[in-house]
């Protein structure tokens, strides 16, 4: 992950315990001047120096109407679609995933058990993940993959969230708006959606003139954006971006963008949009065009 701030406990915990009274005391401090904590706080911290990433949400929709034995089965189907999703991201999409390994998803994950959130530098990166991992269930949902699993635990449905915003990393976990935002429209939204927040929409709008354009995107073009400036073009299987230089969104068949609406969660104002793409590809040995679709074109609202 390029250029993410990381802070240790002992890190802060040395700068609070240097300003303040680190001991029990008899009395209360109400009135305790906190400004030259504050200032050195600020000093170290430096929030305004938190990079932004994008963070892919996914949620395993309805996840608790299953039943026990399926409930306790989900997590490890998710987990066996997750890995072969980074798999196939390293292979089939090579020159986006190029500086990345199989523990580098890993590590850029945080589980939630039915779903999590996976950490990006760019919503290009979350966008050929999602595509992946969907493609995945498709075939798991239609018996092509795992189907005697398929026949126990049944269908799988996601939502999608994709967020972009700041993040640090504390310890060896990642905090930041944009897990929290992400989160937050994974719990407004009802439906098996692909919802993004206004600054993902704007990422796109502002660097390929809108995400619209996302079937239309070359890596020439790509290589204009200072995040793959200094990618290196790949040769190899790339089975959802091909062309002669190993790379293009023509695959993408449809793609559409609608603003939903507003939401309030403790008091953080979101703008929503509703995201709805199809994609044309096969995995394995399947020689036949499959089509499937990220997110729905229900744009009725969020409850």
């Not at 802060?12 to 009395?27: M, P, Q, V």
């Not at 969907?134 to 969230?161: E, H, T």
């Not at 959606?193 to 600054?199: I, P």
């Not at 929503?272 to 009725?300: P, R």
Request: glycine content about 6%; charged content about 25%.
């Amino acid at each position: 992950m390029k250029n993410i701030k990381t802070f240790s406990k002992e890190e802060i915990a040395k700068l609070i315990s240097s300003k303040d009274i680190n001991e029990f005391g008899a009395y209360c401090h109400e009135d305790v001047d906190e400004s030259d904590l504050l200032q050195l706080l600020n000093s170290r911290v430096e929030t305004d120096k938190f990079s932004s990433k994008t963070v892919l949400g996914v949620d395993i929709y309805h996840y608790s109407q299953y039943k026990p034995l399926e409930q306790s089965l989900i997590p490890i189907l998710f987990k066996l679609i997750y890995d072969k999703t980074a798999s196939l991201c390293i292979s089939n999409s090579s020159f986006i995933f190029q500086d990345y390994e199989q523990d580098t998803f890993r590590e850029q994950f945080i589980d939630t058990g039915d779903g999590g959130f996976q950490i990006f530098d760019t919503p290009i990166h979350a966008t050929a993940f999602a595509i992946n991992f969907q493609m995945i269930v498709r075939y798991y949902n239609s018996f092509r993959y795992f189907p005697k699993l398929r026949k126990i635990i049944g269908p799988l449905g996601l939502r999608y969230a994709m967020t972009h915003d700041k993040i640090y990393k504390f310890d060896n976990n990642y905090f930041g708006p944009s897990i929290i935002n992400n989160s937050r429209i994974l719990n407004k939204d009802s439906l098996n959606r692909f919802l993004l927040d206004e600054n993902t929409f704007n990422w796109f709008l502002y660097k390929i003139n809108g995400i619209e354009n996302l079937p239309h995107a070359s890596m020439e073009q790509l290589k204009g954006l200072k995040y793959f400036s200094d990618y290196k073009e790949v040769d190899g299987n790339n089975n959802i971006y091909v062309d002669n230089k190993g790379f293009n969104f023509e695959k993408i068949t449809s793609c559409d963008i609608q603003k939903i609406g507003d939401i309030v969660s403790k008091k953080t104002h979101l703008t929503i949009y509703n995201l709805h793409l199809q994609y044309m590809g096969c995995l394995g040995e399947d020689k036949f065009k499959t089509v499937i679709s990220l997110g729905n074109l229900n744009a009725g609202g969020i409850s």
